[in-house]
């Protein structure tokens, strides 16, 4: 598959380690060196300001989509490739997914996950056939990715729709596992016996 642009989830806090700030730093620079335009959520604060500024550093293409209503929450970055205002969540995740070609989740809180379960399970429907992973950095999303190992063992999710999610160390690695996914065709629905 080829990337034009990802779609990154991340929060609009730093996180309470250094090593998070490094992470969204490696990211942003990866994907502008890789001639990737970065889509997120048009803040400037936190891991998502992070990303965005360097991206921008690296002579990327940064777009981001911010509601109105998170405008001065977020502090709409200013110096972005492009900014563009909605009306809500609603429209600031589909604006964002018709815009990118993959998806990558930074650690995050509520939002991060949201976004991030919500274009899987749009995915998982059919509705779009896009690479979507986790930048696993120090063991954030261990117990997510075991709880997800938990529900497919229960038969709550198919495996090829856990599979759905790649996981990568670095942003090297995970970019090019999205680069090299491959749609899988599965029913939603499981047996129900």
């Given at each position: 598959?080829?990337?034009?642009?990802?779609?990154?989830?991340?929060?609009?806090?730093?996180?309470?380690?250094?090593?998070?700030?490094?992470?969204?730093?490696?990211?942003?620079?990866?994907?502008?060196?890789?001639?990737?335009?970065?889509?997120?959520?048009?803040?400037?604060?936190?891991?998502?300001?992070?990303?965005?500024?360097?991206?921008?550093?690296?002579?990327?293409?940064?777009?981001?989509?911010?509601?109105?209503?998170?405008?001065?929450?977020?502090?709409?970055?200013?110096?972005?490739?492009?900014?563009?205002?909605?009306?809500?969540?609603?429209?600031?995740?589909?604006?964002?997914?018709?815009?990118?070609?993959?998806?990558?989740?930074?650690?995050?809180?509520?939002?991060?996950?949201?976004?991030?379960?919500?274009?899987?399970?749009?995915?998982?429907?059919?509705?779009?056939?896009?690479?979507?992973?986790?930048?696993?950095?120090?063991?954030?999303?261990?117990?997510?990715?075991?709880?997800l190992d938990h529900l497919v063992a229960e038969r709550f999710v198919r495996e090829p729709h856990r599979a759905m999610l790649q996981v990568g160390e670095s942003p090297a690695e995970l970019l090019d596992r999205l680069e090299a996914w491959q749609p899988t065709v599965a029913p939603k629905w499981v047996d129900r016996s």
């Open positions: 598959m080829s990337l034009k642009s990802v779609c990154v989830f991340c929060g609009a806090s730093p996180g309470a380690r250094p090593i998070y700030r490094e992470a969204a730093e490696n990211l942003g620079r990866s994907l502008a060196e890789r001639g990737l335009t970065l889509i997120y959520g048009g803040g400037a604060v936190g891991l998502m300001g992070v990303a965005a500024d360097a991206a921008l550093a690296a002579g990327g293409e940064v777009i981001g989509i911010i509601p109105q209503s998170l405008e001065r929450a977020e502090i709409g970055h200013k110096g972005l490739t492009r900014l563009e205002v909605v009306d809500g969540m609603h429209a600031r995740k589909a604006r964002m997914a018709e815009l990118a070609d993959a998806f990558i989740s930074l650690p995050g809180g509520l939002g991060t996950l949201e976004e991030m379960f919500e274009v899987w399970t749009w995915g998982q429907l059919g509705y779009h056939a896009k690479p979507l992973g986790l930048l696993e950095v120090d063991g954030f999303y261990a117990r997510l990715t075991d709880f």
